[in-house]
T-cell receptor
Framework: ETGVTQSPTHLIKTRGQQVTLRCSSQ?????VSWYQQALGQGPQFIFQ???????GRGNFPPRFSGLQFPNYSSELNVNALELDDSALYLC???????????FGQGTRLTVV | QKEVEQDPGPLSVPEGAIVSLNCTYS??????FMWYRQYSRKGPELLMY????GNKEDGRFTAQVDKSSKYISLFIRDSQPSDSATYLC??????????FGTGTRLQVFP
């Protein structure tokens, strides 16, 4: 088990709603990255936070936004949910770069 | 064309077999190469990473990187039923984000 915890583990939302996912990073890690994993696919990079600043973003629309707190925990917010947002959302924490990134168990989001 | 290509499988082998998992990539800027194992409904677990070309061994697992061919491999010796999972290759370069393959589903039967 890694020290990365995500909440909630499962979530069902209606199209058009907003959702907030949370991630507690491993102790001592200052970098958090978020990934979206659709069924049968590899994780896709959403964005990364390093010491509370966004440090890179993937090909996701602005309705995907995030935050990192002084204790390095992080939130992922998604507005105006679409059916295609249904996926496993993964948080990974690391110290500096992503070479040794440790993932949480993920939040499975279903949009109906 | 995807930056990272990985055969999705599934791959089914008997217990004790040697398993070979592979990925190809197109971006020559990739410098770090990782292998993750993902059990059903769980997050990916880092198995090992390699910098640049060469081999790295950890127990029953060996990772190989051939940058000239843009090809990486993971070998699992003496495979066990507990190795049954999806194996994801991932790579990173100057942008410091992980680019994953689609994953190969492996089943080891007793």
């Amino acid at each position: 088990e890694t020290g990365v915890t995500q909440s909630p583990t499962h979530l069902i939302k209606t199209r058009g709603q907003q959702v907030t996912l949370r991630c507690s990073s491993q102790s001592g890690h200052n970098t958090v990255s978020w990934y979206q994993q659709a069924l049968g696919q590899g994780p896709q990079f959403i964005f990364q936070y390093y010491r509370e600043e966004e440090n890179g973003r993937g090909n996701f629309p602005p309705r995907f936004s995030g935050l990192q707190f002084p204790n390095y925990s992080s939130e992922l917010n998604v507005n105006a949910l679409e059916l295609d947002d249904s996926a496993l959302y993964l948080c990974a924490s690391s110290l500096g770069g992503v070479t040794e990134a440790f993932f949480g168990q993920g939040t499975r989001l279903t949009v109906v | 064309q995807k930056e990272v290509e990985q055969d999705p499988g599934p791959l089914s082998v008997p217990e004790g077999a040697i398993v070979s998992l592979n990925c190809t990539y197109s971006n020559s800027a990739f410098q770090y190469f990782m292998w993750y194992r993902q059990y059903s409904r769980k997050g990916p677990e880092l198995l090992m990473y390699t910098y640049s070309s060469g081999n790295k061994e950890d127990g029953r697992f060996t990772a190989q990187v051939d940058k000239s061919s843009k090809y990486i491999s993971l070998f699992i010796r003496d495979s066990q039923p507990s190795d049954s999972a999806t194996y994801l290759c991932a790579m990173s370069g100057p942008t410091d984000k992980l680019i994953f393959g689609t994953g190969t589903r492996l089943q080891v039967f007793p």
